[in-house]
């Protein structure tokens, strides 16, 4: 199992970033995609989150209007375009990816990659 995050970068305030995790090794399809977020000296927060069937999503407060999460699963791929952003959305982003079913907990997380927004 593998989620491999991509798209991180400095960027200026009121720019755009798109984030990408390329999913291996397990049902994707299956699979609700998250994306959370740590500022350093943070707690971990979900950001957004999009269903395996429908595609029905869901948001943070404070990326609501600016942020919209997407999947491919044909690629295996979920996305997260961020816009309008802010010095306050600086984080390491982290992809999962969460299954239950007959009782067990399936949960798996990429390695995070970083947004840093400053001018």
């Known amino acids: 199992v593998q989620l491999v995050e991509s798209g991180g970068g400095l960027v200026q305030p009121g720019g755009s970033l798109r984030l990408s995790c390329v999913a291996s090794g397990f049902t994707f399809s299956s699979y609700v995609m998250k994306w959370y977020r740590q500022a350093s000296g943070k707690e971990r927060e979900l950001v957004a989150r999009?269903?395996?069937?429908?595609?029905?999503?869901n948001y943070a407060d404070s990326v609501k209007g600016r942020f919209a999460i997407s999947r491919d699963n044909a690629k295996n791929t979920v996305y997260l375009q961020m816009n309008s952003l802010k010095p306050e959305d600086t984080a390491v982003y982290y992809c999962?990816?969460?299954?239950?079913?007959?009782?067990?907990?399936?949960?798996?997380w990429g390695q995070g990659t970083q947004v840093a927004v400053s001018s």
């Open positions: 999009i269903t395996s069937v429908g595609g029905n999503t």
């Open positions: 999962n990816a969460f299954k239950y079913t007959g009782g067990y907990e399936y949960d798996y």
